[in-house]
């Protein structure tokens, strides 16, 4: 299907999917937190693992008063790391969060400076930092900062090769290329699209899709080849 379309049918395809997943989802309202800061350290603690967990992991933290990065820079990484343990892999994402505060204090300042300059810019030195790979940078350009970058994951790649329009091995820079390539760059729209890729998967496009009602069949390459 993709080798087919030129860049305005693909536009228009792109757009079609998303009004035909809001008219069935509605506005999801991503992402839950309650200030930036606390995006940033959801976007690290939610790698490999649910969404759940990392809610486990975001309250302890706001039981003992610490989802500030001055609270973080100043808590033992052992102590954060029992904090955030229901969120899996601890020792590794309490280093990871000590590690964004601290270039985050070093090359910054503060959060809100970090996202006053140029964002193309910014994003290039957030994914240098350790533990900061493209999706949870995307997550906190998008979510945290307001900046139009898309985010992409695995469900992104399952929906999207299913409709025809990649392949679920492409790599992450080619498949958020073609939102960013594609899409107009707004935030909102990046935003609930998302969104509604992460709810079309759980409830429908699944590894063993389920797709009895689903809002995307007419669309879907996938089901047509015989291979629900």
Not at 134 to 163: H, M, Q, W
Not at 165 to 189: K, S
Not at 206 to 224: E, I, S
Request: charged fraction near 25%; include cysteine; aromatic fraction near 10%.
């Amino acid at each position: 299907m993709k080798d087919t379309l030129d860049k305005e049918q693909t536009r228009a395809a792109l757009l079609e999917l998303f009004e035909t997943l809001l008219s069935r989802y509605g506005a999801l309202n991503w992402w839950p937190a309650d200030t930036p800061f606390e995006v940033c350290v959801g976007a690290i603690l939610t790698q490999n693992t649910n969404w759940l967990n990392v809610e486990k992991a975001i309250v302890n933290l706001k039981r003992e008063g610490l989802l500030s990065a001055e609270a973080l820079r100043e808590i033992d990484e052992g102590r954060l790391a029992e904090l955030i343990r229901p969120s899996g892999f601890f020792n590794v994402k309490s280093a990871r969060l000590k590690g964004f505060v601290g270039w985050l204090f070093e090359r910054y300042g503060s959060l809100d400076a970090m996202f006053q300059g140029d964002w193309i810019g910014l994003r290039e030195e957030l994914s240098a930092v350790r533990g900061i790979g493209p999706e949870t940078c995307d997550s906190i350009l998008l979510y945290a900062g307001g900046k139009p970058s898309f985010v992409v994951d695995a469900y992104t790649r399952r929906l999207f090769s299913r409709l025809g329009l990649m392949r679920e091995e492409d790599d992450y820079h080619r498949v958020r290329a073609l939102f960013m390539d594609h899409l107009p760059a707004e935030v909102p729209l990046f935003n609930e699209y998302h969104a509604l890729i992460v709810e079309q998967c759980k409830r429908h496009c699944r590894k063993k899709p389920l797709c009895d009602g689903c809002p995307l069949t007419r669309f879907c390459t996938f089901l047509a080849a015989g291979r629900p």
